[in-house]
């Protein structure tokens, strides 16, 4: 957040060069009251004020950017590329603008997939699994792609051309975004998790493994971490090693006690090392806390213990 506050001042410095009419003072005094409002994650407020700013001086590029930034924070992603489309409009050469819009026309598509699947299952849209391959990206990755011209730096441009690639059935390139991803900015997981992803489809978990343990060493935060563990151990069960899959699978779960799915995969390493208490105990902790999305990992699970209370009865 501390980085976000720090882009706010060129801003209002720009729109105040030259600024003599009534009109433009305003539209300044607005936009910042629509900063104040951003920080605070007073949403609402903040569209109201930006509102008000363009209304008095409908080129304020940051006006529109920010309210952008303010529909992206309540999630109406339809609402924050327009935002974003009229900064673009007016200063294309921003590569922030042309970056966020791309970010934003990502988002977009996909939570309109999902709403789409959703009504057609009958289902929330939190239910349903999306068909990425399925999504037009185009416009998405043409500005991201512009902002790529701009700065190549960029944490999130890599980011969401990775995402796209993957999609649109380009792994390689893909590949390289994520790893350009990490470069920008090594502190974020998902990045790692997702070329770790790509090499294990390509079958060469030790190349996954070498990436997420990076991933280990220099994400901070524990629930992030927590995944980063478990992508680490599901590496080690392809490699067939039990007891590194077991000590990843241990430390995801200390990391975030919501990972129940790890306790689902640790149990079945036990299983596989002859471990039947261990794996009954991990099994039930996790058939327990499945919720409805685990349904079916929840019946393998059950179907396990019974197996498990076999085998202990017989012994």
């Not at 779960?253 to 208490?277: C, E, N, T, V």
Request: charge should be neutral.
């Amino acid at each position: 957040m501390r980085s976000f506050f720090r882009t706010l001042a060129p801003f209002a410095l720009v729109l105040a060069i030259g600024c003599g009419d009534a009109g433009r003072k305003e539209s300044i005094q607005r936009t910042n009251a629509g900063h104040k409002a951003l920080g605070a994650k007073q949403y609402d407020s903040a569209i109201n004020e930006y509102k008000d700013a363009i209304a008095a001086y409908r080129d304020n590029h940051a006006a529109h950017y920010y309210m952008g930034e303010a529909y992206r924070g309540k999630k109406m992603f339809d609402k924050a590329a327009e935002g974003y489309a009229e900064a673009v409009r007016i200063k294309p050469d921003n590569v922030m603008y042309q970056m966020m819009y791309g970010v934003a026309l990502y988002e977009e598509a996909v939570q309109k997939a999902r709403e789409d699947a959703a009504r057609l299952q009958n289902k929330k849209p939190a239910e349903v699994d999306v068909d990425y391959s399925l999504i037009n990206f185009d416009q998405a990755e043409q500005h991201l792609q512009a902002a790529v011209k701009l700065n190549a730096d960029l944490f999130l441009e890599h980011a969401y051309l990775g995402r796209i690639y993957r999609a649109t059935g380009r792994p390689r390139e893909a590949a390289e975004e994520f790893s350009k991803a990490i470069v920008a900015n090594p502190r974020e997981w998902a990045p790692y998790v997702a070329l770790s992803e790509l090499y294990r489809k390509w079958d060469y978990p030790s190349e996954a493994i070498q990436v997420l343990i990076q991933g280990v060493e220099h994400v901070p935060g524990q629930v992030d971490k927590a995944e980063l563990h478990y992508q680490l151990g599901m590496a080690y069960t392809e490699k067939q090693d039990d007891a590194k899959a077991i000590e990843s699978f241990t430390a995801a779960i200390d990391a975030s006690k919501d990972k129940h799915i790890a306790k689902f995969m640790r149990g079945q390493a036990y299983l596989r090392k002859g471990d039947l208490k261990a794996a009954d105990k991990d099994l039930e902790a996790f058939a327990k806390a499945a919720g409805p999305a685990d349904a079916t990992n929840k019946s393998i699970a059950q179907k396990m213990r019974f197996s498990i209370a076999a085998k202990l009865q017989g012994g």
